[in-house]
């Protein structure tokens, strides 16, 4: 008889396990509108996350730092609309490194942590600007003068290349999508990265675990809830034995968006997956829907089981080192 997954229509749920108490950092999820982002934090809070890394627009910074202070460190959302703008004389614009350097200072002088830039394959395809573009030169070098992280989705999953990804002459492959990350790692020791979605390729622990030996400068966290959690829970040795031998390379990470209307099963669920996944011992059906789960009965989460010390080098130690950042 297969274990139902757990319901959450009762409102909030707590971690399904404790083997670890104390304050979580929420590395990498997104709010701009301060009353969707309320049921976040709370939710946040009955699992343990005290502070968030949230993601946001420059102009809905200040807001969110007024309503939720300290509980909240934001990121800089960047403009790469701007990418888009005609240039003068066939060069690349100059307001694109301009606008997002002065974003950057500003939202520095507010608190902000880090700054996020989206460069998935289907970005590329539509714009054909690359993240090792020579336009993005300044913003890399402000974001290191600052010692400011940046996050980047670099890769979508292996399943999205088999179907959506599927025309190789727009798309690429999935590997290639990597060497402009490469360039930007090699051009920039300085430059801080962290790679979103466990590097965008918890596929292929052994390419991610390349990345991190060579480029000292490279994190990766955990976010995208149904993504990680399918590919760790597939080759579960595997990923047990790569994240004991990096417990320091990775953050702890939800993806989880405020949005209007949401209820707090929406949230809950993604943190009981989460908390399941790296602390849980044995299977549990999932509670979010994954149409590239591999198992027959539906998603499945195969706990890890880390250890009290590679979970709070996860879920806080690193983050705070990462972000220069505290829990109180
Ligand atoms: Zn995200």
């Known amino acids: 008889m297969p274990l139902e997954p757990p319901r959450f229509t009762e409102g909030l749920a707590g971690p399904p396990i404790r083997r670890y108490s104390g304050p979580i950092i929420d590395a990498h999820c997104h709010m701009d509108d301060v009353e969707d982002a309320r049921l976040l934090v709370r939710v946040a809070g009955d699992f343990g996350v005290k502070v968030l890394c949230g993601i946001a627009r420059p102009h809905a910074i200040p807001a969110l730092q007024q309503a939720f202070g300290d509980r909240l460190r934001p990121i800089v959302r960047l403009d790469q609309s701007l990418i888009a703008e005609p240039a003068p004389h066939g060069g690349s614009s100059t307001r694109l490194a301009g606008e997002n350097v002065r974003a950057i200072r500003e939202a520095r002088a507010r608190g902000a942590v880090g700054a996020k830039l989206w460069f998935a394959p289907r970005f590329i395809a539509e714009t054909g600007f690359r ?33 959506q990804y599927a025309d190789r002459a727009r798309f690429g492959t999935k590997a290639e999508q990597y060497e402009q990350l490469e360039h930007v790692l090699a051009a920039h020791p300085t430059l801080k990265v962290q790679g979103a979605h466990f590097g965008g390729d918890p596929e292929h622990l052994v390419h991610i675990g ?83 789960a591999p198992w027959s009965e539906g998603p499945e989460i195969h706990g890890l089981a880390l250890q009290v010390d590679v979970l709070a080098r996860l879920y806080t130690d690193n983050a705070r080192r990462w972000f220069g950042i505290g829990t109180e």
Not at 135 to 161: K, N, R, S, T, Y
Not at 216 to 231: G, Q
């Open 131 to 163: 993240l090792d573009n020579p336009a993005m030169q300044p913003i890399f070098d402000v974001l290191g003068e600052l010692g400011m992280p940046l996050i980047v989705h670099i890769a979508d999953p292996d399943c999205w290349f088999a179907n």
């Open 210 to 292: 390349r990345l991190l030996d060579t480029y000292p400068n490279y994190m990766i966290d955990s976010s995208a809830t149904k993504w990680v959690c399918r590919e760790l829970s597939v080759r579960l040795a595997e990923a047990r034995s790569f994240i004991a031998a990096r417990a320091d390379r990775i953050i702890f990470g939800s993806d989880l968006v405020a949005f209007h209307d949401a209820r707090p099963e929406d949230y809950s669920s993604r943190y009981w997956a989460h908390r399941w996944l790296w602390e849980g011992e044995g299977v549990r059906p999932s509670p979010v829907p994954d149409p590239c």
